[in-house]
């Protein structure tokens, strides 16, 4: 189930929810559904956040993840 963290527009307060499909999601403090939707740690360390640019390639041959050649290294 994913958790969500949202910012309110009126209040502007942050808090985390659960959202459960077809739910609208309303601030615990004011009810407001103008809610802006932030990134979730849940989120972060998937899809482009895990491919870090200082991330070395992956080997060609083996799909070894240190690197180009590591294979032929050990
Ligand atoms: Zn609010």
């Known amino acids: 189930m994913p958790i ?3 910012k309110c527009d009126e209040c502007r307060s942050d808090f985390e929810l659960l959202v459960n499909a ?3 999601p309303v601030c615990p403090a004011c009810a407001s559904d ?3 939707k932030r990134l979730s ?3 972060v360390g998937r899809g482009d ?4 640019p200082s991330a070395a390639p992956a080997c060609g041959t083996c799909g070894d ?3 180009a050649g590591a294979c032929s290294l050990s």
């Open 4 to 6: 969500y963290e949202y």
């Open 22 to 24: 077809g739910t609208t």
């Open 34 to 36: 103008s809610l802006r």
């Open 41 to 43: 740690a849940f989120a």
């Open 49 to 52: 956040a895990s491919r870090t």
């Open 65 to 67: 993840p240190r690197g």
